[in-house]
């Protein structure tokens, strides 16, 4: 989970880059902001499980799924299907 937030965190670096003039995406791929936020929290509590459980499930886990319906949304325009 931590790798896939590093690499989520870097691919929205380059593709920030390519989306300069589209405001909307911008704020999209910003929001993960918050995601890394709880990451944050749940790695302080690295020795305490209960808590960890917590936050990945009430906390951490629900706000990923918000941002990654917010990204497909947002970006269902640059796809080709």
Known sequence: MIHAFH???FAHLTVSEFLKEDQ????AVVSFQILEDHMK????NENVL???ERILEYVLYPAFVRW????????KPYIVH
Do not use: C, G, V
């Not at 929290?41 to 302080?44: A, E, I, Q, R, T």
């Not at 990654?68 to 970006?75: A, D, G, H, M, V």
């Open 7 to 9: 690499e989520i965190h």
């Open 24 to 27: 909307k995406a911008l704020e």
């Open 41 to 44: 929290d749940f790695l302080k």
């Open 50 to 52: 209960s808590e960890q």
């Open 68 to 75: 990654l319906r917010e990204i497909q949304n947002t970006f």
